[in-house]
């Protein structure tokens, strides 16, 4: 006879998943009995935390749901952070967690939180399984949700007595493919009509464009329209970042040098944008008229409210408009002339000799390879990846502008380490966000990854200490000490560099990829460029009206 936790992993498999990230507890032994007989590997890491993350990050870089698992209460309820990464971050993800037996209550409440409850606004479901006999249906829905638009992720708990249930062998739910709904020619042919009439049309590629699939048709489109574009913060990458159409990455909301070429357009497509990012541009009553294409319909905003919508699937949609105006599009290229200046000014200080943001981004620039992804933590830094870091691979520079949590960073680089071992894979973190997580070097050392986690040492929480700053309240409340960086890593077998000078980091970095394993270094930080560049410099420019 099959129990449930059989028909729970045949089910699994039957999704095609490989890979378990997470922390069992008793009420989980079951499923780990059935998963050691199985296919699928079960990664333990150091924190329930983490192994969302790490699903997530599967879900994100592949398209298909990452896996993870928690036992009741405590456990579950650590996987709450990663469950919201994963909703405003749009990453297809299914989390498993245990539960006391329902049947019966011997040990009364003893750990018992309501784990679905919780889920519910965290996810696009959340279901407890109370029947064997629902496994195979509640699993192949589970894997649909998460994976259709817009992804996300998805909860289902197992109480223990469920699990152990006997149940026979009641037939899977094999997987099918589901085509995206097409926009409506009439949609297609309005926003057609109107990228003809602009007369400085100008694109931007959001959240949604960086899915796996859309690389292709969006090569696609701007190699026929030859329109120029600019990205959101996670649309980075979507289409060759290093093309000549290129205008820059819109790390702030207003007022960058990329703001010049969108304060000047008429016309602004957007494609595949997510209002779960900080905005990119604000929309204004005397702003361009903005067309939004997506696979679901706008999210009207107080900052984002467009004109005209194309609601479909995106690859399609694109191909269809590419149609009614290749070689028809007269002020096409009406913004290029900005784009030199736009760039010029992004890189200044990349060659600075000293810590700057903008040199150890144009450093790390040079090592990393074209498909070499790096994840990123949140904190000051990211800014200034945001606008520095040129990508032409999607999905090769994984920045969370959604949740935008710390310590998501060596999790989601170990994730890619672990898809792509033949790919470079650095994490980038600020010493606060690195030591949110930083068991996790165990995992990656015990898995035997080839990874670098790369540590900006200023012994402060710097984005919140610079904004702090910037409202002119004292420096307050925002320091603290950190371990020795070198030490750490050798006590959990790694290797640890602390690079003093900048001249050296380029080479630091290199080598340590051409040793392989697991290497930590820590670089310090030179932030007094925040307020010159950021609040100073671009507060002098003049919004274009």
Known sequence: MTKASDLLVASLENEGVDRIFGIP???????VESLRTSSIRLTITRHEQAAAFMAATHGRLTGRPGVCLATLGPGALNLATGAAYAHLGAMPMVMLTGQKAILSERQARFQIVDVVATMRPLTKMARQIVSAHMIPTLIRDAFRVAAEERPGPVHLELPEDIAREECGNPALIRPHAIDAPVASEAAIRIAADLLRSARRPLVMLGAAASRPRLAGKLHEFFSRTRLPYFTTQMGKGAVGGCSDLY????ALSERDYV???IERADLILTIGHDTAEKPPFIMGANGPDVVHLGYEPAHVEQVYFPQTEIIGDIGASLSRLADQVAGRLANADALLGLRDGILDHILEGSTDNRWTPQRVVADIRRVMPQDGIVALDNGMYKIWFARNYRTSVANTLLLDNALATMGAGLPSAIAAAILYPDRRVLAVSGDGGFMMNSQEIETAVRLRLNLVS???DDGAFG???WKQAVDHFPDYGMTFGNPDFVKYAE???????FVEKIEDFAATLERAFVEGGVQIIAIPIDYSDNIRVLIDELGKRIPVT
Request: negative net charge; charged residues 20%; proline residues 0%.
């Open 463 to 465: 984005m919140i200490r």
């Open 491 to 497: 006590s959990y077998g790694a290797k640890g560099h």
């Open 259 to 261: 703001h010049e070429a």
């Open 25 to 31: 507890g008793e009420e989980n032994l079951d499923i």
């Open 454 to 456: 790369l540590i900006i």
């Open 247 to 250: 205008m820059g990455t819109a």
